[in-house]
Each structure stands twice: as structure tokens, then as C-alpha cells.
């Protein structure tokens, strides 16, 4: 067939708007994307989430192996850890009721702890002859690998509802937070070297700070697995203060301000910890503000509020900004450097708040893994 004198505008319609061909090229897209839109955009975006929760699985069952290998390999215990590992994955606290909230702080706390006793005493029964600082980095291993698996677990509960329901609006916001859940799940499986090998990590820049002024200074428990020292700067009492390192601890702060503030008095509380920074700020820039400054859950960051209104006693607050891979990863060249810088800020922020003859508490908070004193 010549196709030389084939006229195409003739045979497709396209200069005629009533050729039957070209109204279907048009219209049964259209039909397909009205009745079949929400499910080709389920399908779509099933296939991505699919990818994140592989990926969410390995993490997951690498970070449960690793645990097992490493108590196997370093501590030698006497019955097989498979077995107390898999009951503590699947391990849950219920908090307790909110619905009066007098006195809820309390009762979290207590249960919170109660579980960290119950996790630590049945941790130490795998190798009774267990150091302190090899128990520490066990029960952190522990907690990465029960909060992947319990990510794991809320990630692929939502996809099945909304895949089971074929609902695309009920899949959007799971989509959306994916890339913040992920950004989180991949620092912790990174994390798992650094507290293997016992290294610092970023979190540990407050307690880096405070543990390198307390080198020379004789050191006191003031609290569970929390260290107090004391010296003097330019005429004033420092108390400084921070988790038991090298262990992989962030203490019991609050207690140690009240066995603190029982004994004698403070004129001022600094605080010095990491901060999570927002996108676009900079890695290990230091900012300075007033209040507490201390993760968690909040029943730490409560009891210290609650000492200082009681006694009318000025928190401040020296921050140094991380992404969350920075915080719990091993610790930066850029962040560790930062260690010096701070200390100076610390001490100008003393002149600038206190007078001579004050008494300050300086407490290093964070992780203190791999950071003595």
C-alpha cells in the first residue's frame, strides 16, 4: 500500500469533531480513570509501600540475628538466647489510665521502670557472670531491634487494611509518613555497630562534654547508673552530672537533682544535650534556650521541672542540632569537635547568669555509650 498520498487528518477525524473513533480515543480513558482510578492508584502505591516494607522486614530480622549472634559470640550463655529474645520482641506495656490525670507522671514512671528491671534481670539470666557494661549494651540492642519489629508490625497493619478494603484515601496518609518512618528505621539499623563495639554515638555529646570536666575529680553515684562530681569555675561551685559511662546508660537525672537539691542548694541548672535539628539546619551547630532539655517520654524532663519550680531554681539549656541518623549512629568528627566549642559556650553562659559564690549544676545528658569520665 502507497502511503505516500495516505491522508491521516482523514482517517483519525481530527479535524472533525463528530468522528466516532476519535470520541472513544477520548472517552473510554476517561470512564476507565473515573471507575478504576482509585484502585489503579492503590496499585500503584502499593507497589512502593511493598518496597519500604521489605526493607522494613530485613531490618528487622538483621537486627534480631545480630542480637542473637552477639550474645552468643560475646557472652557465652548458658541456655540459647532465641528463645527469651523472641518473648521480649513481642514484649508490651499498657499504660496506665489518663482519664484523671493527677498523678498519671508517677504511674508511668513506675511502670516504665518496672519493665527496665524486669528487662534487665531477665537479660543478666542469660550469662549470670554479665558486666554491667555488657548489660547495657544488650538491653540497647534490645530496643532497636523491639521498636523495628514493632514499626514493622504498624506499617504492614495499616497497608493490609487499606489494601484489604481496596480504599485509597485510607492509604494517603501512610504514604505521607513513610519517608519519616523509613529516615528513622534506617538510623537504628545503622546504629547497631556503634553499640556492638561500644562507641559513641551522637547522642552522646552532652555527656562527652561534661565527662571530659570531670576528668581529675572524684566521682560519686548519685543516682541508678548516674555519676556527680564536683570542681570550681572562676569563683563558683560546679556540680556536674551525668550517666554512668562507658556504659550504654542515660541514667536517672531527674533522681539525681532531688538527692542533689536535698542536700544543699542551686542557684542554677545547665543542661547540655543533642537536639534533633529541622531540615535545612545545619549539622552540629550549637544553640542556646532555657528549660530542660532531655528526651524520653517526659517523666525525666517532669520530675526536673517540677524541682526547679519548687525551688525557683533557672534552667538553661545548651542544645547541639543532629539529624536523627546523627543522633543514634556512630558519632561524627564534625559533632565530637564540637565538644571544645561547647564547653566554652557553657562557661560564658555561667558569667553571664550566675554570680560568684553560686552553686551550678551542669548536667551532660544523652546516651553515654562509649564517653567516660
Known amino acids: 500500500m502507497d502511503f505516500t498520498n495516505f491522508d491521516f487528518e482523514e482517517f483519525f477525524g481530527f479535524g472533525d469533531d463528530s468522528n466516532p473513533l476519535m470520541m472513544l480515543i477520548w472517552i473510554i480513558p476517561i470512564i476507565i480513570f473515573i471507575f478504576y482510578g482509585q484502585r489503579i ?9 511493598k518496597k519500604s516494607l521489605k526493607k522494613l522486614e530485613e531490618h ?11 550474645i552468643k559470640n560475646n557472652l557465652k550463655p548458658k541456655k540459647d538466647p532465641a528463645l527469651i529474645i523472641d518473648k521480649f520482641l513481642n514484649y508490651f506495656t499498657i499504660m496506665p489510665v489518663d482519664m484523671d490525670p493527677n498523678g498519671i507522671v508517677a504511674k508511668v514512671r ?6 527496665e528491671d524486669y528487662t534487665r534481670e531477665h537479660v543478666r539470666s542469660l550469662s549470670p557472670e554479665m558486666s554491667n ?18 514499626i514493622h508490625k504498624i506499617i504492614n497493619h495499616l497497608f493490609l487494611t487499606a489494601k484489604k478494603q481496596k480504599n485509597y484515601p485510607l492509604i494517603v496518609p501512610l504514604q505521607m509518613m513513610l519517608p519519616f518512618v523509613m529516615e528513622e528505621a534506617d538510623a537504628l539499623a545503622k ?26 575529680t572524684e566521682k560519686q553515684t548519685v543516682a541508678f547508673e548516674t555519676v556527680l562530681s564536683q570542681t570550681e569555675y572562676d569563683g ?12 550504654a546508660s542515660v541514667g536517672r537525672p531527674g533522681d539525681g537533682i532531688e538527692s542533689i537539691i536535698s542536700k544543699q542548694k542551686l542557684d542554677a541548672i545547665i543542661m547540655i544535650d543533642a537536639s534533633l535539628k529541622l531540615e535545612g539546619e545545619e549539622s552540629a551547630t550549637i544553640a542556646h534556650g532555657f528549660g530542660a532539655a532531655i528526651g524520653g517520654i517526659g517523666t525525666e524532663r517532669f520530675q526536673i521541672e517540677e524541682v526547679a519550680t519548687k525551688h525557683k531554681i533557672p534552667v538553661f539549656a545548651i542544645v547541639i542540632k543532629e539529624s536523627i541518623k546523627e543522633a543514634i549512629t556512630l558519632m561524627t568528627k564534625k559533632i565530637a569537635d564540637k565538644a571544645e566549642e561547647t564547653r566554652l559556650q557553657l562557661y560564658e553562659m555561667i558569667k553571664e547568669n550566675t554570680k560568684s559564690g553560686q552553686s ?3 548536667i551532660g545528658v544523652g546516651n553515654t555509650i562509649g564517653v567516660s569520665q
Open 41 to 49: 492508584q492503590l496499585l500503584i502505591t502499593s507497589s512502593e509501600i
Open 60 to 70: 528487622r530480622n538483621e537486627s534480631k540475628t545480630e542480637l542473637i549472634e552477639y
Open 110 to 115: 513506675h511502670f516504665v521502670r518496672s519493665r
Open 133 to 150: 557494661y555488657e548489660l547495657t549494651k544488650v538491653q540497647n540492642l534490645l530496643d532497636i531491634a523491639t521498636t523495628l519489629q514493632l
Open 191 to 216: 546504629a547497631i555497630p556503634a553499640f556492638k563495639q561500644g562507641q559513641p554515638i551522637g547522642d552522646g555529646i552532652g555527656p562527652m562534654v561534661v565527662g571530659k570536666m570531670m576528668l581529675n
Open 236 to 247: 563558683r561551685k560546679l556540680l556536674l552530672m551525668k550517666a554512668d559511662g562507658p556504659s
Open 360 to 362: 551550678i549544676l551542669v
